[in-house]
């Protein structure tokens, strides 16, 4: 038993001895390692340090991330360069032979205040960038670099204020102005009498009341001429930023459109013809005065804006459209004509109860709207009547003539003929008026006469201008019977033409084949 408890503290003892070789082993091994580079992190928090990889960035300290804008860090080579290139000179393509070199110091540019010193080193492969302040180095080393940033943002913003083509100023609670741009200064310094110059406290170029509510459309009255601004302030603080647009060209599109609507209106004003505007929504958008006096509608009613429905109705209730037989059919013809009118293919001519009779035309108009003409034709109308009744008695009174009757235009068109001609040639040629010229009508002349020269003079007679003599001569018709025929001139170049049987003889046919006599007078 006293063996066995001997073997056993043997073997442990045995095992503590190598645990213990080994972690001695170990220890000595550590120690003859070499010491691990500090991080950039373990020195001042507000040194500007970069660790870079190629293009990538491994490694920055706080303030050197705060100074690099934003972005991917695969990308931040290109970031950086930009950021700093501004203040060292060439940075590029100096940083570009730091594998060569090893290390480098870049110096900042001369005008870049506090002076910095770029320090670049390429350590196994990786390349290490520190900024440090130079001469006017601060109680950190990294506040020289936050400085010159600063500094160029300051810098940049004042060249970006002053070139504005926009005047900008500042306003105090008391309203008065305690900055402005290059922009705003140029027009006050023109606006100065002459021989005085810009002082403190700068002048307020623009007098508005904030407590007016929106903002005003302001001008200048400067030298070189009248400009418009459009005011625009935001409170910032116990102060105001104060932006004036250049408003000169709404202005003039304002103002050009102004006078287009004033002139459309004093033409609209002098037309006959009434016009009825509506929009997208049917709503009455504008009219002239001729509307109401041809709608008989008051121009309250017109000036409220009514719909086409409540527009058409008025009118329906002053007996002003065509009364329908079935007011329901008539309501949906105005959609047919709303339709139609969308389409620009509605004209319809009104028979009014009262006697008037109008032309009523829609046409589309842009977004949507339309637009009603309505002209009063009632004259142009009975004037027609009144020559379709004067043509219809002029006719009667030709077809009581018992002689044929043919009348020509100046340029020998028939125009008018009564019955006995159709009775006596067998057609009519008031068919094909068209087609009824004195050429095609001799031409039928003459194959249902005896062959004779007279056609060929009638011919000559009919389209021939100027002072005509009358004249007559005779035909015979291929049944025997002689007609007389009569030429006799009439106003305006027109030439009258008479057909009047003769003593009748009793042929069956005649069809001679000399040539008949011409009897000329």
Known sequence: MTGEWSMMVGSVLTAFLVAMSALLLITAWQSRRPARAASIFDQSPARIAYLFDGDRLVDASPAARALLPEGEDSRAWARLLARFAPEFPNLSERLASLPRSGQLLIPSLPGVSPVLVLKAENVSGLTRLTVEGGQDDRAERGDGAT?????????????????????????????????????????????????????????????????????????????????????????????????????????????????????????????????????????LQMFNPALADLTMLAPEFLISRPTLNAFLDAMRAKAMIPEPRDYRSWRKQLTRLEEEATMGLFEETWSLPGGQTYRVIGRPHPNGALAFMFEDISHEMSRTRRYRADVELGQSVIDAVEDAVAVFS?????????????????????????????????????????????WDDAVDYVTTSGDRTPWEGEVRLLDGRL????????????????????????????RDTGTMGLLSA
Request: charge should be neutral; glycine fraction near 6%.
């Open 147 to 283: 400085a010159a940033a600063l500094q160029q943002e300051v810098v940049a913003q004042r060249a970006v204020l002053s070139r504005a083509p926009v005047l900008i100023w500042k306003e105090a609670l008391d309203g008065s102005v305690i900055w402005a741009n290059h922009a705003y200064l140029i027009r006050a310094v023109e606006l100065l009498p002459e021989g005085e110059d810009l002082s403190w406290p700068l002048p307020k170029l623009f007098d508005h009341d904030p407590g007016k509510g929106r903002l005003p459309r302001l001008k200048l009255q400067l030298p070189s001429g009248p400009e418009w601004f459009d005011l625009v302030r935001m409170a910032s603080g116990e102060e105001t930023l104060c932006y004036a647009l250049a408003a000169d060209k709404a202005v003039q599109a304002e103002t050009a459109l102004r006078e287009f609507m004033q002139t459309l209106t004093k033409t609209f004003a002098d037309l006959p013809i009434g016009l009825a505007i509506f929009d997208r929504s049917r709503a």
């Open 410 to 454: 100046q340029g020998g068109q028939l125009v008018m003929s009564n019955h006995a001609y159709a009775q006596l040639w067998q057609h009519d040629p008031q068919v094909l008026l068209s087609e009824a010229s004195v050429s095609t009508l001799c031409a039928w002349w003459r194959e249902h006469a005896a062959p004779t020269l007279l």
């Open 483 to 510: 007609v007389m025929c009569r030429f006799r001139p009439l106003t305006g170049g027109a030439t009258l033409i008479t057909f009047r049987l003769q003593a009748s003889v009793s042929f069956s046919s005649v």
